[in-house]
């Protein structure tokens, strides 16, 4: 699907630079060059994109690193509660199987009378 979206968004830009390609003249500082409209308006979109790239790197990769972390955490938690489970019902099965011998034993043992 994006690929579509990049599709339209490249015939745009190509329709863009042919219906403009009247020369304009750029200066920055002492810079100065001419080039048509359609190349200017590329070269400025490369660069906010550039620009906006190695401004959002370091978000993205602490975001990155915050995620493994937290799953690699999840991953023992889930690991430690399991341990914990079947240590529960193995207590719950020694405490079935002692509650029952002490059910068989006073059904053996005559009530005492005092």
């Not at 403009?20 to 048509?36: G, P």
């Not at 400025?44 to 906006?52: D, K, W």
């Not at 993205?60 to 995620?67: A, D, E, P, Q, V």
Request: aromatic share 10%; with cysteine; hydrophobic share 45%.
């Amino acid at each position: 699907m994006w690929i579509f979206f990049s599709l339209i968004i490249a015939a745009l830009a190509v329709i863009f630079a042919v219906q403009n390609n009247a020369l304009s003249a750029v200066r920055f500082f002492t810079w100065e060059f001419q080039q048509s409209i359609g190349v200017i308006v590329l070269i400025a979109f490369v660069a906010g994109a550039l620009a906006s790239t190695i401004f959002y790197l370091p978000t993205h990769l602490r975001n990155r690193w915050r995620i493994r972390k937290h799953v690699r955490q999840i991953g023992e938690l889930e690991t430690k509660l399991l341990g914990e489970q079947n240590h529960r019902l193995t207590l719950e099965q020694e405490l079935h199987k002692t509650s029952g011998s002490e059910q068989r034993e006073s059904e053996d043992c005559p009530p005492q009378n005092l």
